[in-house]
């Protein structure tokens, strides 16, 4: 691959994206939907790629961009850094958010693997007696993995014999994208009438601005401010320069160091610790004085509107014909579960925000972070909900799911599934009787109202006691 192979990936996506803009413009059914104009361009590339119809010769390492420009987006959430204690929370108050999310997920996390690979254990084998055991890890490796995981998971399963594992993790992973989609699209909808998002209320009330994404001129923002003469560097010259050193020291860090005593670490958890460092350096520093956080934030939404592309563009459709019984039952145990996650956890695990801290699961869960990342975006435009922050704060998880990807197929494949099972569902619990003991949990308090992150009329803790109360009658 060369440097031009890049620049037509990214010109036949720049041309995708501006199409997907202009049908999110004309057309109402996808108004009516609330689809980002990435995510059109997106199923565009996929039926225009080398997966479909063969008209784009996208080059092989278009599945990779998508991951390159994650670590950009963690690491713009760390320069532009936190201020604890805002809103009138203090610091138990944000550890406790902080800390719930973490379980939150790690409970979205191990529910994925109890239940499905129970009922590959039981049903599964009722309808197919000589289907490999490892059937069950391949609906988690497709769904919470996407189809990286599903390929890793699939070539641990051929080693160990079973060659149709890549095939059949390629297919879940797919099938979760779209429930993803078109899933997450229906349960935002949802959830505005129902009153349970705090930033973006009804679609029947939101502004042409927003149904269409063309703003009239009257309506305008500036992009940001300039921080920089130009006679000297543009000042998006000066915000990208920090942008992408930042994150090259993270992916060095993390590829040339950390790999070699900790391999597996995600670099966009590096990039965002290393960005944390770096903000609390510059801002002792007339550097940040010249960086401009909304400048940050246009930078970080271009890069979330190319990983929802590139994400989306990059599937591999495969459909395994043989296994179509046993693909159906597992993905309606594995929607099961991320809709289980997100409308019952979702509100018992997070106080504040908890439909956006949610859906943002609910999209990751479902195939990529790419999903994830739109979804979050169409309810909290501007990140206010603080998801964003928790997840990457959050690194441990992704030892843990490392460990797990690694060792539950080898498990399964040697018929140790309801150990599997067993150890997967304490976890679960475990992580519920945390939250509990910790009191970041939250049964009492009504879905709606609750108030979101960021937001200078949220709820008070005596309104939603209230509201509780008269619930309860």
Known sequence: ????????????????????????????????????????????????????????????????????????VFAIIGLNGFESGKGGEGGAEELKRVSGNFFYRTAHFFIQFCLPIAISLTVVK?????????????????????????????STLESLGWTEGTDIGMTF?????????????????????????????????????????????EHRNALGEDTISNVSLDTLAYHLSIVLGVSGIGYFLNTKVIAIWLPGVPSYTVAFLVAILFFYIFRKTPVYGHMDKRINSHISGTCTDYVVFFGIASIKISVVVEYAVPLL??????????????LVLGPLFNKKSWFERGIFCYGYGTGVFAIGFVLLRIVDPENKSKTLEDTA????????????????????????????????????????????????????????????????NEVSGEALTEAAEAVAE
């Open 329 to 342: 039952i597992l993905s309606l145990a594995g929607l099961f579960c991320v809709l289980f996650s997100l």
């Open 173 to 217: 992973a797919t099938i979760g994208i779209l429930l993803g989609v078109f899933g997450g699209i229906a349960l935002i909808k949802l959830a505005t009438k129902c009153g349970w998002t705090a930033y973006i209320k009804d679609f029947a009330f939101i502004s042409d601005d927003m149904k269409t994404g063309m703003i009239p001129k």
């Open 1 to 72: 691959m060369t440097v031009y192979d890049m620049l037509m990936d990214f010109a036949f996506a720049s041309i995708l994206i501006l199409i997907g803009q202009f049908l999110r413009a004309k057309v109402r059914f996808f108004q009516k939907f609330f689809i980002p104009a990435s995510m059109l361009a997106g199923f565009i590339g996929l039926a225009l790629g080398s997966q479909g119809l063969g008209i784009l010769p996208f080059s092989g390492s278009m599945g990779s961009y998508a991951g390159l420009l994650v670590i950009l």
């Open 393 to 456: 704060m959050a690194p441990f998880l992704s030892f843990v799911e490392l460990f797990v990807w690694s060792l539950v197929p080898t498990m399964l494949v040697a018929g140790q599934g309801w150990t599997v099972v067993g150890v997967t569902a304490a976890v679960t619990v475990g992580a519920v009787l945390i939250n509990i003991i910790t009191k970041a949990w939250y049964p009492n308090l009504p879905l709606k109202g609750r108030g979101g992150y960021g937001l200078d």
């Open 126 to 154: 009722a309808v197919m007696p000589g289907i490999n055991d490892g059937f069950g890890v391949l609906m988690a490796s497709g769904f919470m993995g996407g189809h990286g995981t599903a390929a890793a998971v699939g």
